[in-house]
């Protein structure tokens, strides 16, 4: 019975973390098509921004990314 539950256990957070990461990806997506609408951007320039934005600004990209969902711009730097 113990070995059931930890099966569940495991398939249960197994498939939260998925669905996390596919929200992330898609979050990440639209702050990617928004730069590229707004600055006329490839989709490999706007992640580059938003990576290199990302790391000079030391915040996760998905934050970022939702903050730009959420604005329609980048934030201002720190």
């Keep these: 019975m113990a070995a059931q539950a ?3 256990l495991a398939n249960a957070q197994h498939s939260e973390g ?4 596919l929200r992330g990806r ?3 997506g639209q ?5 590229m ?3 006329a951007l490839t989709a ?5 921004v938003l990576v290199r934005y990302s ?5 996760r990209l998905r934050t970022l990314a939702e903050q730009v969902v959420a604005t329609r711009k980048l934030p201002a730097n720190e």
């Design 26 to 28: 898609t979050v990440i």
């Design 6 to 8: 930890a099966v569940a």
């Design 18 to 21: 998925m669905d996390t990461a």
């Design 37 to 39: 609408e707004r600055f």
């Design 31 to 35: 702050a990617q098509g928004i730069l």
């Design 55 to 59: 790391q000079t600004n030391n915040t």
């Design 44 to 48: 490999n320039q706007a992640f580059s």
